[in-house]
Nanobody, 119 residues
Framework: QVQLVESGGGLVQPGGSLRLSCAAR????????MGWYRQSPGKERELVAT??????TNYLDSVKGRFTISRDNKITSYLQMNSVKSEDTADYYC??????????????WGRGTQVIVSS
């Protein structure tokens, strides 16, 4: 059993910063990649950023230069959000491509954390 626990969401003013964290817990052998997605009301969930075990990153065009994804000790990921805009308001979800100790590979999702950008 694997769980992803997100934290760090909240209310932030336009132009401000926020850092989201995602901690993976459970029967983990390895995590191939970790990512952050977001979903706004009435919109489909979209990929924000991903990072592989080798440290390769990928970003949604609209967040390039403002958001940074990183990993710490292989099982925790962070999304540093700078210069936030109102359009960044969404529920943010962490995911991880996990190989369990039973050598089963599966993608897990967190429950989400809300980010509201407003003055």
């Amino acid at each position: 059993q694997v769980q992803l626990v997100e934290s760090g969401g909240g209310l932030v003013q336009p132009g401000g910063s926020l850092r989201l964290s995602c901690a993976a817990r459970g029967s983990i052998f390895n995590i191939e990649s970790m990512g952050w997605y977001r979903q706004s009301p009435g919109k489909e969930r979209e990929l924000v950023a991903t990072i592989t075990s080798a440290g390769n990153t990928n970003y949604l065009d609209s967040v390039k230069g403002r958001f940074t994804i990183s990993r710490d000790n292989k099982i925790t990921s962070y999304l540093q959000m700078n210069s936030v805009k109102s359009e960044d308001t969404a529920d943010y979800y962490c995911n991880a491509d996990v190989v369990t100790t039973a050598r089963v590979r599966k993608v897990y999702w967190g429950r989400g954390t809300q980010v509201i950008v407003s003055s």
